[in-house]
C-alpha cells in the first residue's frame, strides 16, 4: 500500500493550513541525518535549541504534541504514532511542518521537506482549501476551569481525534468506587464551509469500591446505576445540533451472563467513527428529545459475574454539527456523568452513595 505523505504550512495570524500529497519513501531506518543517532535519543533541549538556529528537526508525534504545549509552535495536526515531522521555524511567527508516516529513510524525508519548503511562497497569505473555522473551547469542570483547547483543522484523513476531555475521582471517592473520563473528540473530515462534524466517544470506567478497596465493614460497595448525559443546547443556542448518538435504544442484559457485544457508527461513509460495547448482566435506557440524551446503564447485583462488583468500560457517544456563526459568539454545551454505588448488606438495608461530574463545554468563536 502507498504510504501517505503530506505537508502542510502554518502561520500564526492567518491561522491557515495548506496540504498536498506527495510520495512514500523506503530503504534504510530511521536515523536522524546529521547526527545518525536514533530519533529517541534526541532530547527536546537539543531539538529546541536546532528549531531557533533555524534548522530542520525530525520528531515525532508526542515531541511536536511538547512543542505545541510549551508554545514553540502555536497550533500543528498530530497523526498516528507511526509518523514523522519535519519541523523549521521562520522569522514573524510563521513555521513549516512536513509529515510523514511509516518513513523508512530519514534522509530521503528530510530531502523532500526541504524541497517542499523551497517551493512555498512565503510572500503570500496561505490558504485553507477547506474551511478554517477560527475557534477556541474550553473545559469547566464541576464549575473549575481546565485547561483550553485550541482545535486543529486538517483534511487529510476521515476522521481523527482532535482533543480529548479527561477527568478521574482518583480515590477521591473511597470506599465507594472510582471514576475516569476520557472523551475523545473526533473531528469528521468535510467540505463544508459553514458546517463542522465531530464525534465525541465517551469512553467512561467505573470501578466499585469491592474490586479496589475490599470489603468493609459488614457490606460491600458495588456498582449500581451509571447516568451519562449530553446536552448541545443548554443556553438555547443555534450553533449545535445533535445529528447522532449511540447507542440509540435501549438493550437489556439485566438477566443474561452470556457477554455479547454492541456496535454502532456515527458518522458517514469513510468519515465515522465506529463503537463497540461489551454488555453482560447489565441493560441501557436511552431517553432523547433531541437536542438532550441520556444513557442510563443499570447493574444486576445479584450475579455472580457482574461488573457490579469488579470494574466496567462504558462508551456511549454522539455526533454533532456545528453551524459556523459569521459573528463572534460564545456557546455551551453540557456533560454529566454520575455513578450511584449501593453498599450491599447482607439482611440488611442497602446504603446508596452517588458521585457526579458536571462539564460546561464553552465554545468561543472568533
Known sequence: MRQRIVWFVLGVLVGSLFVVSAYPQGGASPTDSTSGVHLTNQGTPKILVGLKRGNFEVVDSQTLKNLVKMGVIPYAPVFGDNTLY?????????????????????????????????????????????????????????????????????????????????????????????LKLVWE???????????????????????SGHYLYGDSGTGEWQIDTVKIYVNVKPD???????????????????SSKAQSTISYTLGTGGASVTIQQ??????????????????????????????????????????FITHVPSSPTTVHQKL????????????????HWTGSITIDWIWNFK
Open 86 to 178: 519535519a519541523v523549521k521555524i521562520l522569522p514573524d511567527g510563521k513555521f513549516f511542518i512536513y509529515a510523514g508516516t511509516n518513513v523508512k529513510n530519514i534522509n530521503k524525508f528530510l530531502d523532500d521537506a526541504k524541497r517542499e519548503f523551497s517551493k512555498v511562497d512565503w510572500n503570500r497569505e496561505v490558504t485553507l482549501r477547506v474551511e478554517p473555522s477560527k475557534f477556541l473551547w474550553q473545559v469547566e469542570i464541576n464549575g473549575k476551569p481546565t485547561e483550553t483547547y485550541v482545535p486543529m483543522t486538517t483534511t487529510t484523513i476521515s476522521a481523527h481525534i482532535e482533543s480529548t476531555i479527561e477527568w478521574s475521582s482518583y480515590d477521591n471517592w473511597k470506599p465507594h468506587g472510582k
Open 185 to 207: 473528540v473526533y473531528r469528521l473530515a468535510d467540505t463544508d464551509p459553514k458546517k463542522d462534524y465531530r464525534v465525541v466517544d465517551m469512553k467512561t470506567y467505573v470501578w
Open 236 to 254: 438555547g443556542n443555534s450553533v449545535f445540533d445533535l445529528a447522532d448518538f449511540g447507542p440509540s435504544h435501549d438493550f437489556n442484559h439485566y
Open 278 to 319: 461489551v454488555i453482560k448482566l447489565f441493560k441501557i435506557t436511552v431517553d432523547t428529545n433531541g437536542d438532550w440524551v441520556r444513557w442510563t446503564y443499570t447493574f444486576n447485583r445479584d450475579e455472580e459475574g457482574s461488573y457490579a462488583d469488579s470494574w466496567i468500560k462504558l462508551e456511549p457517544g454522539y455526533q
Open 336 to 351: 454529566v456523568a454520575s455513578v450511584e454505588w449501593t453498599y450491599n448488606r447482607p439482611l440488611l438495608l442497602d446504603d
